[in-house]
Structures are given as structure tokens and as C-alpha cells.
């Protein structure tokens, strides 16, 4: 077999057999493929698209290039809950400890921010001393005594999709459903959870822009979720207006925690409690508007927040700051951003208030970045909401002064303002397998 000719066919539109894609991925693992045959197959996938059947060999064949979790020492249904990637919109720090309270398990993998996207491990690990790299003991111990835990991904699990996703990002090959869905669920896959909760992002600050876009990617992940033996649903939502008020790694804990303790915004509260919802419903434990309650009952109750605490604690976390609002840390340089003109906030661009975050050192250009774990953003007007030039939209956080100015400027250019009202997209367009 050629790598030639695997290019030359997927250039021409033709799908590649399921011994072509081993062989494609096998190279990639090994090293035997350079470099430019892997970008040259990847562009092509992009323009030709793969099928069905062709992502699933992709995906099986990246799980296979590496290592699998072992969770058998956690009995009974494990479940993960994953975000295509947006910003600001960690649902992981609400959603895990619901799910949780009610008697679901939760083993969950996750990374780290890279681009413009938040990572839920940089996030969890603004909470003072928590550890995300627990051994595979201690992190089923965690799990079966508290009843969730979130690990870091070990560099183990799909060696393929790491060199993939390095490369994809280099050459404009990140945006095309078979690619995203294997890089995805080859990795979900490998966490070896039963079930899987998928939130498909479409938006300005999602990879995926268009509604219906997302949701032929949600049907194709769970349909590749479904064939190796796993329970796969899927929201798809919205990413066109920030989710809540937070971005950046501390104040989304510190959202996360207010949500739980019934200071709630509204969109993120919908999206957490669907995505709790689904998870209930896929392990069987409730269905529809029950599993919907239950979830609204943990929060209300105080049992998600306290898990969340208990959660954290267990992987060596001090939670004091969640628990006690007067005393969380905050950067020491704060700038605000006031409104350009009278009228309404019409758009934000979520991509650029993702890259404003990253200015600010919230996220890390490269994997061995450090990432200011203080820095981020208070968006205080969302999309819709009237203001005149007096009003703050934005309250700026950075550990150094001499970032604040140009991240405020690169986040004024990202918002446009209008005379009329503009109309609002659903937070959730649509539900996948759930
Ligand atoms: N997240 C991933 O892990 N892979 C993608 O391709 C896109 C988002």
C-alpha cells in the first residue's frame, strides 16, 4: 500500500477502505508517514469529506493506536460528559457534581486549553492544590468513594489523534465533521466510560459555526458512540453569546460555584441541566422532565455543591474560596470596558473574547505554556441588552498591567451594537439521542 495512493484517491472523492485507513493511521503512529502526506490526506478529507463508515474505521483505528482506560475497578455505569470546545462555558464544575449527587458515577477525562478554547483541567486546577494527574488506584478510589472524579488525558490515549490534531491545527484542517468526530469520540472512546454526554458547540466561538452543521457532527459522533457499544447523547448549543458571565479558569469555578449555590444565570444554568438531564436519562436513572428535576433538585438541595467540594477535596483541592465568596483571590489589575455608543449590544464575537482571554494569559499558546490562572473577563452586558456610553461591559482581570489595554482593545472590536433589539438564538438548537 501507498500513502500516494491514498491521496490521490480521497483527492478524486473516492472513500478508503477501512485497510486503508489502518494503514493510514498505523503510519501516522509509527512515524513512517511524513508529514506532508498526513496534511496532504487531511486537506483532502476536508474538501472530499469521509462517510460514515470511513469515520468510524478513523476513529477505531486512532483508539487502537494507543492505550484504553481500565475502570473495572469502578463498578456498576461510568459516566464523561465532553464540549466540542467554546469559551467560557464550562459546564464540567456543575454538571459532574449533579450527576453525581444523584447516583451516577462520573470517571471523566479532559484537557487543557490550547487555542482559543477553555480547558476544564486548567480549570480545576485554579482551585488551590487540587492534583488532575491521580494514579488509575487513586483515581478509581476517588470515584468510588465520592462518586466522581476529572483526570488530565495521559499522553497514552490515542497517540494518533495527538499528532493529528497538531497537524490539523497547523494547516486549516480542523473544521470537518469526520475528523472532529474521530479526534473526539476516539478519545472518549479510549476513557472507557459507558456513557457519554456530548455538548456540540456551533457559533463564533465554536469550530463548528452553523446550527445544522453541529448537528449532522452530534449524529455522526453518537452514531460512532452507538457502534463500539457505548450510550451517546447530545445537546447542540449555542456559542454565538457568551454562556454565563465568566471566562477564564478562576472566575468560571467561582461562576460554577454560584450556580450551585442558586446564584444562577440563566443559559448556563439551561445548558448544565441539560446536559445533567441527558446523562440521568442515558444511565436509566431518570427520563425527560423527571431527570430534568432531579438534576434541579440536587443543585437546589445544596447536594451539588457540597459533591463538587467533595470531588475537589478528594483530589487535594482547599475549596474555601469556593464555599466563601469574600475571600477569593482576584488578578490585581482590572480594567474596565465601557459601551461605544446608545443602544443595543447586537453581537459578540465569542472566538475573539476567547482570544481576548488568551491576551489577558489565561490560556497558553503552546502545550508547556503557563497559564495565569486569575486572568479572564467579567462580561457584565450580554448580547441584547441595552446600554449607553456610561455603562461597563466588561471588567478585565490580568496578573500584568501591560496586558489589560490591548486585550480591552481586541474585545471592543468584538462587539457590534445596533439601534433594534437583535433576536437572541435558543441556547439549545436541538437534542441528539436523548
Ligand atoms: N476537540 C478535539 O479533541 N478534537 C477536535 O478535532 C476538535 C475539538
Given at each position: 500500500?501507498?500513502?500516494?495512493?491514498?491521496?490521490?484517491?480521497?483527492?478524486?472523492?473516492?472513500?478508503?477502505?477501512?485497510?486503508?485507513?489502518?494503514?493510514?493511521?498505523?503510519?501516522?503512529?509509527?512515524?513512517?508517514?511524513?508529514?506532508?502526506?498526513?496534511?496532504?490526506?487531511?486537506?483532502?478529507?476536508?474538501?472530499?469529506?469521509?462517510?460514515?463508515?470511513?469515520?468510524?474505521?478513523?476513529?477505531?483505528?486512532?483508539?487502537?493506536?494507543?492505550?484504553?482506560?481500565?475502570?473495572?475497578?469502578?463498578?456498576?455505569?461510568?459516566?464523561?460528559?465532553?464540549?466540542?470546545?467554546?469559551?467560557?462555558?464550562?459546564?464540567?464544575?456543575?454538571?459532574?457534581?449533579?450527576?453525581?449527587?444523584?447516583?451516577?458515577?462520573?470517571?471523566?477525562?479532559?484537557?487543557?486549553?490550547?487555542?482559543?478554547?477553555?480547558?476544564?483541567?486548567?480549570?480545576?486546577?485554579?482551585?488551590?492544590?487540587?492534583?488532575?494527574?491521580?494514579?488509575?488506584?487513586?483515581?478509581?478510589?476517588?470515584?468510588?468513594?465520592?462518586?466522581?472524579?476529572?483526570?488530565?488525558?495521559?499522553?497514552t490515549l490515542c497517540p494518533a489523534d495527538k499528532k493529528l490534531y497538531a497537524l490539523r491545527d497547523f494547516t486549516a484542517t480542523v473544521e470537518n465533521n469526520a475528523l472532529i468526530a474521530s479526534s473526539i469520540m476516539s478519545k472518549k472512546?479510549?476513557?472507557?466510560?459507558?456513557?457519554?454526554?456530548?455538548?456540540?458547540?456551533?457559533?463564533?466561538?465554536?469550530?463548528?459555526?452553523?446550527?445544522?452543521?453541529?448537528?449532522?457532527?452530534?449524529?455522526?459522533?453518537?452514531?460512532?458512540?452507538?457502534?463500539?457499544?457505548?450510550?451517546?447523547?447530545?445537546?447542540?448549543?449555542?456559542?454565538?453569546?457568551?454562556?454565563?458571565?465568566?471566562?477564564?479558569?478562576?472566575?468560571?469555578?467561582?461562576?460554577?460555584?454560584?450556580?450551585?449555590?442558586?446564584?444562577?444565570?440563566?443559559?448556563?444554568?439551561?445548558?448544565?441541566?441539560?446536559?445533567?438531564?441527558?446523562?440521568?436519562?442515558?444511565?436509566?436513572?431518570?427520563?425527560?422532565?423527571?431527570?430534568?428535576?432531579?438534576?434541579?433538585?440536587?443543585?437546589?438541595?445544596?447536594?451539588?455543591?457540597?459533591?463538587?467540594?467533595?470531588?475537589?477535596?478528594?483530589?487535594?483541592?482547599?475549596?474555601?474560596?469556593?464555599?466563601?465568596?469574600?475571600?477569593?483571590s482576584y488578578a490585581p489589575y482590572k480594567m474596565e470596558l465601557k459601551a461605544e455608543t446608545e443602544g443595543y449590544i447586537c453581537s459578540m464575537n465569542t472566538e475573539e473574547i476567547g482570544l481576548s482571554e488568551g491576551m489577558l494569559g489565561?490560556?497558553?499558546?503552546?502545550?508547556?505554556?503557563?497559564?495565569?490562572?486569575?486572568?479572564?473577563?467579567?462580561?457584565?452586558?450580554?448580547?441584547?441588552?441595552?446600554?449607553?456610553?456610561?455603562?461597563?461591559?466588561?471588567?478585565?482581570?490580568?496578573?500584568?498591567?501591560?496586558?489589560?489595554?490591548?486585550?480591552?482593545?481586541?474585545?471592543?472590536?468584538?462587539?457590534?451594537?445596533?439601534?433594534?433589539?437583535?433576536?437572541?438564538?435558543?441556547?439549545?438548537?436541538?437534542?441528539?439521542?436523548?
Amino acid at each position: 500500500m501507498r500513502m500516494y495512493d491514498l491521496i490521490h484517491k480521497k483527492k478524486n472523492g473516492q472513500a478508503l477502505s477501512t485497510e486503508e485507513i489502518e494503514f493510514f493511521v498505523r503510519g501516522v503512529t509509527s512515524g513512517e508517514i511524513p508529514d506532508s502526506q498526513i496534511a496532504a490526506l487531511l486537506m483532502a478529507v476536508c474538501l472530499k469529506n469521509m462517510d460514515d463508515r470511513e469515520a468510524t474505521d478513523l476513529t477505531l483505528s486512532m483508539l487502537a493506536s494507543g492505550e484504553s482506560a481500565d475502570l473495572s475497578a469502578i463498578p456498576g455505569l461510568k459516566a464523561d460528559k465532553h464540549s466540542t470546545g467554546g469559551v467560557g462555558d464550562s459546564t464540567t464544575p456543575v454538571v459532574i457534581p449533579t450527576v453525581a449527587a444523584c447516583g451516577l458515577k462520573v470517571a471523566k477525562m479532559s484537557g487543557r486549553a490550547l487555542g482559543h478554547t477553555g480547558g476544564t483541567i486548567d480549570k480545576l486546577e485554579s482551585v488551590p492544590g487540587t492534583r488532575t494527574e491521580l494514579s488509575p488506584e487513586e483515581f478509581a478510589r476517588v470515584v468510588n468513594t465520592v462518586g466522581a472524579a476529572v483526570v488530565g488525558q495521559t499522553g497514552t490515549l490515542c497517540p494518533a489523534d495527538k499528532k493529528l490534531y497538531a497537524l490539523r491545527d497547523f494547516t486549516a484542517t480542523v473544521e470537518n465533521n469526520a475528523l472532529i468526530a474521530s479526534s473526539i469520540m476516539s478519545k472518549k472512546l479510549a476513557s472507557g466510560a459507558d456513557v457519554i454526554m456530548l455538548d456540540v458547540k456551533y457559533g463564533s466561538g465554536a469550530f463548528i459555526k452553523d446550527p445544522e452543521d453541529a448537528r449532522e457532527l452530534a449524529r455522526l459522533m453518537v452514531k460512532i458512540g452507538e457502534g463500539a457499544g457505548r450510550r451517546v447523547g447530545a445537546i447542540i448549543s449555542s456559542m454565538d453569546v457568551p454562556l454565563g458571565r465568566a471566562v477564564g479558569n478562576a472566575l468560571e469555578m467561582y461562576e460554577a460555584a454560584d450556580i450551585l449555590c442558586g446564584n444562577a444565570e440563566a443559559d448556563k444554568l439551561e445548558v448544565c441541566v441539560a446536559l445533567s438531564a441527558g446523562m440521568l436519562s442515558l444511565a436509566d436513572i431518570a427520563k425527560g422532565d423527571e431527570a430534568k428535576k432531579m438534576a434541579l433538585d440536587a443543585i437546589n438541595s445544596g447536594k451539588a455543591f457540597d459533591k463538587l467540594c467533595e470531588m475537589l477535596e478528594a483530589q487535594g483541592g482547599d475549596t474555601s474560596q469556593l464555599r466563601d465568596p469574600s475571600i477569593r483571590s482576584y488578578a490585581p489589575y482590572k480594567m474596565e470596558l465601557k459601551a461605544e455608543t446608545e443602544g443595543y449590544i447586537c453581537s459578540m464575537n465569542t472566538e475573539e473574547i476567547g482570544l481576548s482571554e488568551g491576551m489577558l494569559g489565561a490560556s497558553r499558546d503552546s502545550l508547556d505554556g503557563k497559564v495565569d490562572h486569575l486572568a479572564g473577563l467579567e462580561i457584565i452586558k450580554k448580547t441584547g441588552d441595552k446600554v449607553s456610553p456610561a455603562d461597563t461591559v466588561a471588567i478585565l482581570h490580568s496578573s500584568r498591567r501591560e496586558l489589560l489595554e490591548p486585550a480591552a482593545k481586541r474585545l471592543g472590536k468584538a462587539i457590534t451594537y445596533s439601534a433594534e433589539k437583535p433576536k437572541l438564538p435558543p441556547v439549545i438548537y436541538a437534542t441528539v439521542g436523548v
